[in-house]
């Protein structure tokens, strides 16, 4: 018995020493990552409207946001993930339909350190109020635009 289950194991053993390898040698060598993989946040500031459904979304409060208004429009200040809580659910991903959040393919997210951990997409200064000004004058500026063209359309049409 013990004979014939040593010959067992040295033919597997045997057997998986010739076939191709499965395993790499990271960090050296890294593999592709599937384009479905849930690895490192990456954030669109520029996308983003500042909504806050991904915060909302989330069982685990990861999501840390702070907004404020340049002219009418809503602008992130502030969005930290608290990634030591995270599940890697995607529930976040899935509720922006901005396509402003998006998982990455990136898995190198060790720390030494705890703090580190954390990830800071956007953190960036409040608007100066010379900036605020700018952007009421702008969407002043569009509004009395819109507005002369459907006067000027309005008279086109009781011409006519
Ligand atoms: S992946 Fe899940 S747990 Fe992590 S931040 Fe998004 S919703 Fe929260
Ligand atoms: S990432 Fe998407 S869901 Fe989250 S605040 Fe920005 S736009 Fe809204």
């Known amino acids: 018995m013990f004979g014939k289950g040593l010959i067992k194991g040295l033919e597997i053993t045997w057997g998986w020493l010739f076939r191709k390898k ?63 809580y995270c ?31 954390r990830l800071t997409l956007v953190d960036r200064p409040a608007p100066t109020p010379e900036e605020i000004a700018a952007a009421e004058a702008e969407e002043a500026a569009k509004a009395a635009a819109a507005q002369a063209a459907a006067a000027k359309a309005k008279a086109k049409g009781e011409e006519g």
């Open 87 to 117: 599940l890697f659910c995607g529930y976040c991903v899935e509720a922006c339909n901005k396509d402003a959040l998006k998982f990455s393919s990136v898995i190198d997210m060790n720390q030494y350190f705890r703090d580190k951990v």
């Open 22 to 84: 499965v395993t790499v040698e990271y960090p050296d060598k890294k593999i592709v990552m599937s384009p479905r993989y849930h690895g490192r946040f990456e954030l669109d500031q520029d996308k983003c409207i500042a909504c806050g459904l991904c915060a909302n979304a989330c069982p685990n409060k990861v999501i840390q946001l702070e907004k404020t208004k340049l002219g009418k429009k809503q602008i992130l200040l502030k969005y930290v993930m608290r990634i030591e």
